[in-house]
């Protein structure tokens, strides 16, 4: 299985601590950790623990953040060979504050992700339409992620589309991709309805359905996922766990379903098992090295809840 992820490199700047400062104070955190990150690399490392090829294409500035970011990519098994090298940005980073009840705030540099151009995407294209689908979010500038999609869609290649971060994005996106995945704050700013129970994401489904989506995945968090084909729905419950770390569990949860979307041809399945790969994640630091590995999904799947 094949599968071209198109999207951010990030290096992650973590710090821990048990409450976020006010506006001016200092406070003493308690540990710091620089890590890689970005959705479209997170998404390129769940892709390849979940046994598929990932190919990464995005951009890195020529800097040691790139090494870092880089070197990690390549031992978790990514093809780097497509990523693009700035010389005018820096890399991009994220600095990640985790409280010590395992939410975060994030701060974005966007740095050389912005660099990533349609031009170089055309240079790509090959990795795209011989791949057996694509996956896409929205952390780089929206015509590189159209022109992705378009190169996909063109070669008859499936495409999940990861909303995220939330933004408004034109319906003709909505209309490319064959899975539109949002989150609940994610899928309140595509539809103005806020997901809070089953009758609203219902609704919100809805709204992305009239846009033009095909097949969507409202994400619950730890009540599941609505899904909903127009024609099908299904409630995927989600599965309870205690989180340490939650950075990269939408991104985990994407690669984990393309994967076996592509094995099973079965969305609701592949939610199942993108439910369980993601409360996997949640339970361990890291947004990448926190990702869990096929066989210890598959035998987290197969438990009882």
């Known amino acids: 299985m094949k599968v071209a992820i198109v999207g951010s490199i990030m290096v992650d700047l973590v710090t821990r601590c048990q409450r976020y400062p006010e506006r001016g104070e200092t406070l003493s955190a308690e540990a710091f950790t620089i890590v890689s990150g970005g959705k479209g690399a997170n998404q390129a490392v769940a892709c390849a623990k979940m046994g598929c090829e990932a190919t990464l294409i995005g951009a890195v500035g020529a800097d040691p953040f790139a ?15 497509h990523i693009f090298h700035s010389a005018a ?23 050389a992700n912005n660099d990533l151009s349609v031009g170089h995407l055309d240079r790509c294209a090959e990795a795209i339409s011989k791949s057996d689908a694509l996956l896409v ?38 209309a ?9 704050q994610e899928a309140k700013t595509l539809t103005k309805v806020e997901p809070i129970d089953l009758a609203t994401a219902r609704q919100a489904a809805a709204i992305l359905h009239g846009r033009g989506a095909r097949q969507v995945v409202i994400k619950r968090g730890p009540a599941g996922c609505l899904v909903s084909t127009g024609v099908r729905e299904e409630v995927v419950e989600g599965i309870a766990v205690l989180p340490v770390d939650t950075v990269g569990a939408g991104d985990c949860f994407a690669g984990a379903l393309i994967a076996r979307w592509l094995e099973t041809r079965d969305l609701v399945e592949a939610c199942r098992f993108a439910n369980a790969a993601a409360s996997l994640k949640v339970q361990r630091p890291g947004a990448q090295s926190g990702i869990p590995s096929r066989e210890e999904v598959d035998a987290h799947s197969q438990s009882p809840s």
């Open 176 to 184: 490319l991709a064959d899975f539109v995945t949002p989150n609940a």
């Open 137 to 174: 979010q929205l952390e780089i500038h929206l015509p590189v992620v159209e022109r992705a999609m378009q190169i996909a869609h063109e070669a008859g290649i499936p495409i999940l589309l990861d909303p995220a971060p939330a933004q408004q994005i034109p319906d003709r996106f909505l």
């Open 67 to 81: 090494e870092i970011a880089l070197g990690l990519l390549g031992g978790f098994g990514v093809n780097v060979r």
């Open 89 to 111: 940005s820096a890399t991009g980073t994220a600095s990640i504050v985790i409280d010590g009840t395992s939410e975060n705030t994030i701060l974005v540099a966007r740095g």
